[in-house]
């Protein structure tokens, strides 16, 4: 493995570790009265009404499924980026036919109205 | 003389000697340093943010017509002390029903994905935390931890407003990820590389003359995906009444708070390596610490251009928000996505100069613009105009009846 | 034991473990983030394989989009916040030994496999292999058509999927 990526590791431990301090050393310089009423949940004041459990719309559905379609295509693109020095024409114009897909696939979505917000 | 021109490496190289001269093995050497490295970037930063709130809070103010804060040291400067000593004491108020483990690991995740952007990004001629070759993917990968951190902290607070606030910024979040990413992709194409260090060191003419589109684009997703006004719905008050931290009180929520400042400032930190040179400038190569100097004068400027942009739009409601991103920020990224490749390539193969090449990107990237200025003029002229709300009616008082256009006594 | 054996020790027990927990935790919540933890240590894994590219897109593609996909799935379903009931199958001493007999059976095949015993080469990780890789990508006799029918592919399985969701009308109802 090498040393950058050792240094990406130790940073994500050192990382995890740094904002948990001052949240335990908080913890024992502020003051600890939990009572009953301090804990509810909040709601504008009043008490909570109902369930926490509320219907969803399916539009954030739809949404996180287009994005992550097209976060799958963007991905195949990176090599294809990188590889202009050694690429013919050809593996250009491929590239390029992936995007006018993507972009076709948009369109679609967009006529289909998986993009609107109702 | 090394050590007042290039002092990180010569302070790296005399305590990787001392501790090699002590005889320890190469890889606790190593080990070693990388913690010193990431300790000293992770402290840097977070007390870097002391600066920037106070600075935000008192641009804010002047942009608005008013002092920022003003009382506490000289110029008001020193008033992120006192608020820090005030969040370090508030009591920490757990709702009944949250999820305990989750709840406390929310904030700290969010820090932590903030922080993580900074181990690519280069701040000196030879002096970059990490010089991995998929630098760029790295920068997105850390943006979806963020994301991620966030869904956490809404549906553990057991609370509905919550869970409605986290769900919008994820989808806010992921819905500007795809035109960042295509964003980025110019650099990736211009400079033939994925790695961060690698783009800067391409950068013999600023990509943000090259590409000044893809700079833009970039800036209003990055703007998007911090949660930064004008796309702050999220946070607000008067929306959804604080969103996703609503439960949260004391230092976890003064840590959401950091995050998200400091993210502003990392997300300018990434727009000027990949657009505006990183720490190049003027004698940077020669003498490393001007490098770091530039880089640091680059980033405030950019941060800057965002609390501007703060300070002066009005807010967007979510459904403006989704039909910007998907509908207009989408196609025109790909379209520039496409032109900068086949561009690219052809002068390529043509062995264009340098003058050409920086001609014939910006020839696009201001079409591009010019295209997007008449569709959106063809909008506004298609649109209705709105009706007037009010006539002027007459107003009955009794047997004696006003006129409209009475002058007021 | 040098410490490449060690750390890999490590992450292989952590992501058998979380792949565990996803499936035995009663709170289908905590299952989606036992999955997203399996999925971080599988990223690990590309790392120490010298495919940090692989890693990045792990991260990005899995954890980023289809992990929020689940839990935005999971969130549109309702009662998913209480427990879901028996985990455990009443057949599950037979289904244990069935897994068990086939582990035996795979590890038997494979120690009988010349190929098995031997290292791979170690890949390189600069840049020249990814810069193949796209090159591999679009070449007409490597991975074009593949390419291309992937990108078609996904077309169709957005469409296929605003179908289910929304019915022939699509969004407009």
Avoid at chain 1, 75 to 104: C, D, E, R, T, Y
Wanted: hydrophobic share 60%.
């Amino acid at each position: 493995m090498v040393s950058n990526w050792l240094f990406i590791g130790i940073f994500l431990l050192i990382v995890a570790i740094f904002p948990g301090a001052p949240i335990l050393i908080a913890y024992f310089l502020a003051p600890r009265k939990p009572n009953s009423l301090k804990s509810q949940i909040y709601e504008c004041g009043i008490e909570t009404v109902g369930d926490t459990w509320v219907q969803f719309k399916v539009q954030y559905y739809n949404f996180a499924l287009t994005f992550l379609i097209f976060d799958v295509e963007i991905v195949f693109l990176f090599p294809w980026a990188i590889a202009f020095n050694q690429l013919s024409i050809f593996g250009v114009l491929a590239g390029v036919l992936f995007l006018v897909i993507l972009f076709a696939e948009l369109l679609a979505a967009w006529q289909k109205g998986a993009l609107e917000w109702v | 003389m090394a050590l007042l021109s290039d002092p990180v490496i010569f302070i790296a190289n005399w305590i990787e000697n001392l501790l090699l001269g002590w005889g320890l093995a190469p890889l606790l050497v190593t080990i070693i340093m990388d913690l010193l490295g990431a300790g000293i970037i992770s402290v840097a930063m977070l007390l870097l943010v002391v600066i920037l709130i106070v600075l935000e809070r008192k641009l804010i103010g002047r942009l608005q017509g008013r002092f920022g804060p003003n009382r506490v040291g000289p110029y008001g400067l020193l008033q992120t002390i006192p608020d820090m000593i005030k969040i370090f004491t508030k009591e920490y108020i757990t709702p009944q029903g949250a999820d305990i483990f989750i709840y406390n690991l929310a904030p700290i995740m969010a820090t932590s994905a903030v922080l993580l952007l900074w181990a690519v990004i280069p701040y000196a001629p030879r002096v970059v935390g990490s010089d991995i070759n998929v630098g760029v993917l790295y920068l997105v990968a850390v943006g979806a931890l963020g994301t991620l951190a966030i869904l956490l902290a809404g549906f553990s607070s057991n609370n509905k407003y919550a869970l409605l606030g986290a769900f919008r910024t994820v989808a806010q979040m992921i819905s500007y990820e795809v035109p960042m990413v295509l964003a980025l992709l110019v650099p990736v194409i211009l400079a033939r590389s994925m790695g961060v260090n690698e783009i800067v060191n391409a950068q013999y003419v600023w990509y943000v003359i090259l590409a000044p589109l893809a700079t833009l684009i970039l800036f209003i997703t990055a703007m998007a995906e911090v949660g930064r006004a004008p796309f702050d719905l999220l946070e607000a008050e008067s929306e959804i009444v604080a969103g996703f931290h609503i439960e949260y009180s004391g230092l976890k929520f003064g840590f959401f708070y950091v995050a998200e400042f400091l993210h502003a400032f990392t997300i300018s930190g990434v727009i000027v390596a990949m657009f505006f040179g990183g720490w190049r400038g003027p004698g940077a190569e020669t003498y490393p610490i001007l490098g770091f100097i530039y880089f640091m004068i680059k980033t405030f400027l950019i941060y800057f251009g965002t609390i501007w942009v703060r300070g002066s739009l009005p807010r967007v409601r979510i459904d403006q928000l989704l039909g910007f991103g998907w509908k207009i920020l989408v196609p025109v990224a790909l379209t520039l996505v496409i032109f900068t490749a086949v561009a690219e390539k052809m002068m390529f193969l043509m062995a264009a100069t340098v003058i050409v090449r920086i001609l014939v990107h910006l020839v696009i990237n201001l079409l591009l613009v010019l295209v997007l200025i008449v569709i959106f003029r063809a909008q506004e002229a298609r649109r209705p105009l709105r009706k007037p709300v009010a006539e002027p009616r007459t107003v009955a008082l009794g047997r004696h009846s006003v006129p409209p256009e009475s002058p007021s006594a | 034991m040098t410490p490449d054996m060690i750390l890999f020790l490590v992450i292989a027990l952590v992501t058998l473990a979380a792949g565990f927990m996803v499936v035995t935790t009663p709170n289908i919540v905590h299952a989606a983030l036992w999955l997203i933890l399996n999925l971080f240590a599988v990223a690990v894994l590309y790392v120490m394989l010298n495919a940090g590219f692989f890693a990045m897109v792990q991260v990005v593609v899995y954890i980023g989009a289809i992990a929020i996909l689940f839990i935005f799935a999971i969130m549109l379903t309702r009662h998913a916040m209480r427990d879901s009931g028996p985990r455990f199958n009443t057949d599950w001493p037979m289904a244990a030994i069935l897994g068990v007999a086939l582990l035996a059976a795979l590890i038997w095949i494979l120690s009988r496999w010349q190929s098995f015993m031997t290292l791979p080469p170690m890949l390189t990780s600069d840049t020249d292999i990814l810069r193949q890789l796209g090159q591999a990508l679009v070449s007409p006799n490597a991975f074009f058509i593949p390419f291309e029918i992937a990108s078609v592919l996904l077309v169709a399985a957005m469409i296929g999927a605003i179908y289910v969701a929304w019915g022939k009308s699509g969004g407009k109802k």
